[in-house]
Antibody, heavy 119, light 108 residues
């Protein structure tokens, strides 16, 4: 079955960096676009970034553009999110999610990893 | 950016009754709309895509309708496991992919 397992979350000071990982299994990872979606404590869902199946196209939310970088290693079935210059408002649970056709709906979500930005 | 607005914010319903949730887009998204359910402390789960197609394994009591700017998620005969937060999301015009703010369905 499809599984997405995020890791790398934790407590980090403002201005510092963190890298999240998402290991995929149960499907052909290299055939799917992947998103990162976040959820601040007690808030709704916010789309963060997407990467095409081959890594050749990427898009970012304005709130993270220039600070976050999405990447993938199809040989390792792993999705990454490099987060630099972290701010208090980046505190959230970060979900990796499989996209149908990269640009369409999300059909599977990971369990999420919590990032807390605090001094 | 397309803004998605859900109403009501909270819906109080008795078990066995019907719940009707609304989602409005700031401009047409055709039928490119999905609904997700999120239980407390869990990841979201896909319920509906293409505005009206149930995802694999989703019970028939869940139905979606609408197109353009107005959409509805209907849950017939609410079960205990249906009390959750529901989000709509458009994937017609991107980036960004945008979500509604959510509707919480609670026990009356």
């Amino acid at each position: 079955q499809v599984q997405l397992l995020e890791s790398g979350g934790g407590v980090v000071q403002p201005g510092r960096s963190l890298r999240l990982s998402c290991v995929a299994s149960g499907f052909t990872f290299s055939n799917y676009g992947m998103h990162w979606v976040r959820q601040a404590p007690g808030k709704g869902l916010e789309w963060v970034t997407v990467i095409w199946y081959d890594g050749n196209k990427k898009h970012y939310a304005d709130s993270v553009k220039g600070r976050f970088t999405i990447s993938r290693d199809n040989s390792e079935n792993t999705l990454y999110l490099q987060m630099n210059s972290l701010r208090d408002e980046d505190t959230a649970v970060y979900y990796c999610a499989r996209a149908v056709g990269a640009t369409r709906w999300v059909d599977y979500w990971g369990q999420g990893t919590l990032v807390t930005v605090s001094s | 950016e397309i803004v998605m607005t859900q109403s009501p914010a909270t819906l109080s319903v008795s078990p066995g009754e019907r719940a009707t949730l609304s989602c409005r887009a700031s401009q047409s998204v055709s039928s490119n709309l999905a609904w997700y359910q999120q239980q407390p402390g869990q990841a979201p789960r896909l319920l509906i895509y293409g505005a009206s197609t149930r995802a694999t394994g989703v019970p028939a009591r869940f139905s979606g309708s609408g197109s353009g700017t107005e959409f509805t998620l209907t849950i017939n005969s609410l079960q205990s496991e249906d009390f959750a937060v529901y989000y709509c999301q458009q994937y017609n015009d991107w980036p960004p992919w945008t979500f509604g703010q959510g509707t919480k369905v609670e026990i009356k």
